[in-house]
């Protein structure tokens, strides 16, 4: 398996068509089903269904065309870094869970990008485990992860923002007129969980068992959930991902439910320029951060 048959893949399975795909790749149809043949004769699997007129992948398909994908991305990035002539340039590349702690990440990244025009960025939102994932899969350069987490081949900085967690909620919905989320409360409602690793600690601050709980779906990013709460569903969720408004509002938990946050890299990887500098600038905005808060504790 080599780059050209993966290209020659993923055309196919973009253009849903052989000829299509032949005709964007400038070669011939025979050399290309000859390609897809000997593809999927080197990984013993059936990658395209040729029942039907229209090119349908198959399960194995679906799944080598989405590894293709990010294989031949990340081949693309590593060539433009590769050729570009700036001393400081590229696509820094991050995967993140939704929070408010990517605040001091995205200032980093239009700091280093308003300094260093050639500069670019790419962020991944996904949950935080997927994003653990797609770092240690080569496909990012930093995630920003909740914890708790396995971190283990990780190095990481802890970035000075608590995470709060609450209920989204309609304001005339049952919880009208509260301002706190207790365990009781979450008995009866109809809820949306997030698919973030947090069942254990969860159900330690619920103290019953989270299968006592009415869930009704899980989300992996909070917008599409927000609009089923929109029509009468409980979303637990961060705090200051969704803005309130005048149909939905967030009720934290209590007693308080909240969860630390790093900024993570591989401990073995490859040293760039772009990266180092990010990382040099981050530190020194934590360390910032750390200073101004503790001053007005050492003045009093």
Request: charged content about 25%; hydrophobic content about 40%.
């Amino acid at each position: 398996m080599d780059i050209r048959s993966l290209r020659y893949f993923v055309e196919v399975a973009r253009q849903k068509s052989f000829t299509a795909a032949a005709k964007a790749l400038f070669v011939t149809q025979p050399t290309l089903s000859r390609q897809i043949a000997e593809l999927e004769e080197e990984l013993g699997q059936v990658l395209i269904d040729r029942s039907t007129r229209r090119v349908t992948l198959t399960e194995k398909g679906l799944y080598l065309y989405r590894q293709a994908q990010s294989i031949l991305a990340l081949m693309e990035r590593t060539k433009k870094e590769a050729m570009a002539s700036e001393s400081v340039s590229g696509e820094l590349v991050i995967s993140a869970g939704e929070s408010p702690a990517f605040d001091p990440v995205a200032e980093t990244l239009w700091e280093l990008m308003q300094r260093y025009p050639a500069v670019r960025c790419r962020i991944l939102s996904s949950n935080s485990q997927e994003a653990a994932e797609q770092l240690q899969a080569g496909l990012s350069d930093f995630a920003l992860i909740f914890e708790p987490a396995d971190l283990s081949g990780m190095d990481y900085l802890q970035l000075p923002v608590s995470n709060r967690w609450g209920l989204l909620t309609r304001r005339d919905g049952p919880f009208q007129g509260k301002t706190a989320i207790s365990p009781v409360d979450l008995k009866t409602v109809p809820l949306l969980m997030s698919k973030q690793p947090l069942e254990n600690r969860f159900a330690g601050w619920l103290g019953y068992s989270t299968e006592e709980l009415r869930v009704i779906g899980r989300y992996n990013l909070l917008y599409n959930a927000s609009r089923l709460v929109r029509q009468g569903a409980h979303a637990l969720c961060l705090q200051g991902i969704v803005e309130e408004d005048n149909t939905v509002m967030f009720l934290p938990l209590k007693p308080d439910f909240c969860v630390g946050c790093v900024l993570a890299w591989p401990q073995v990887r490859p040293k760039r320029l772009l990266a180092e500098l990010f990382l040099e600038s981050m530190k020194k905005k934590i360390e910032n951060f750390k200073a101004q808060t503790a001053a007005p504790n050492e003045t009093a």
